[in-house]
């Protein structure tokens, strides 16, 4: 399916990304050499080529095995896309080495909305918009612990609002993130979703912004920064009580 090669310091800030999420409960969106590469936890997604018309499509690596070819500090890493695999080369204590690790997904997103995310206080809360290119700093630490309720994420080619709801019956039953893709809906822990978009606010100015949705998690990604945090996990028992 293709091939791309990873330095030990490009491999060093992944597998820090991977480190970060575990103990932060959030993760780095790293863009290096070319290459962007966002880590959790549980899963890695290398991209190629991030301002061109990638030849090898998103690929959703397992992180914890990606960790685990790591610990053997290779100078290098060849990384061989293959259908349900990764195949990694890399240099051990021992000499040459190769590694399998599995692929998540690959290809299927991204999808929904393209924009910069702007954020307006309203009398009933708040609306995160795509369709804007700036974004105000009017959603901070405070505003957050003050306004409970559920966040909603209606995702739509071309169109897109986040929107933050005070309805006291959301704040007790259920305090979850809501995406909408149209014939489906997940729900999302609201608390790293809330991290995340916390966290982007030292910026005056948002770039392109993306929404991601594998089965796994939904991914923010913001070309053009070193290190954007990333990456909101389904919660599926919350999904499943929602239903």
């Not at 559920?150 to 007790?172: C, I, M, N, Y």
């Amino acid at each position: 399916m293709g091939e791309f090669t990873l330095t030990r310091q490009e491999a060093k800030l992944l597998v820090a990304a991977i480190d970060k999420s575990k103990t932060a409960g959030i993760t780095g969106n790293l863009f290096i050499a070319g290459k962007q590469v966002i880590a959790t936890d549980h899963f890695a997604v290398i991209v190629l080529d991030v301002d061109t018309d990638a030849a090898i499509p998103p690929v959703v690596l397992h992180g914890p095995r990606f960790r685990e070819v790591m610990k053997h500090n290779p100078q290098s890493i060849t990384v061989h896309v293959k259908d349900d695999e990764a195949e990694i080369s890399f240099e051990s204590t021992n000499g040459p080495a190769i590694a399998h690790v599995p692929i998540i997904q690959q290809g299927g997103f991204p999808i929904g909305i393209s924009g910069a995310l702007t954020i307006n206080e309203m009398s009933h809360g708040c609306v995160l918009s795509a369709d804007l290119r700036r974004a105000t700093k009017n959603l901070t630490n405070s505003f957050l612990k003050e306004h409970r309720g559920l966040l909603r994420a209606s995702v739509s080619s071309g169109d897109s609002a986040l929107k933050w709801r005070e309805d006291g019956q959301f704040t007790t039953l259920l305090e979850l993130a809501k995406v909408e893709t149209g014939t489906s809906s997940i729900y999302l822990d609201p608390k790293r979703f809330k991290l995340i978009i916390t966290s982007m606010l030292w910026k005056d100015s948002f770039p392109m912004v993306d929404i991601w949705l594998n089965d796994r998690a939904v991914v923010l990604k913001v070309p053009g920064i070193q290190v954007v945090l990333a990456g909101v996990r389904v919660n599926e028992a919350l999904s499943n009580k929602a239903q």
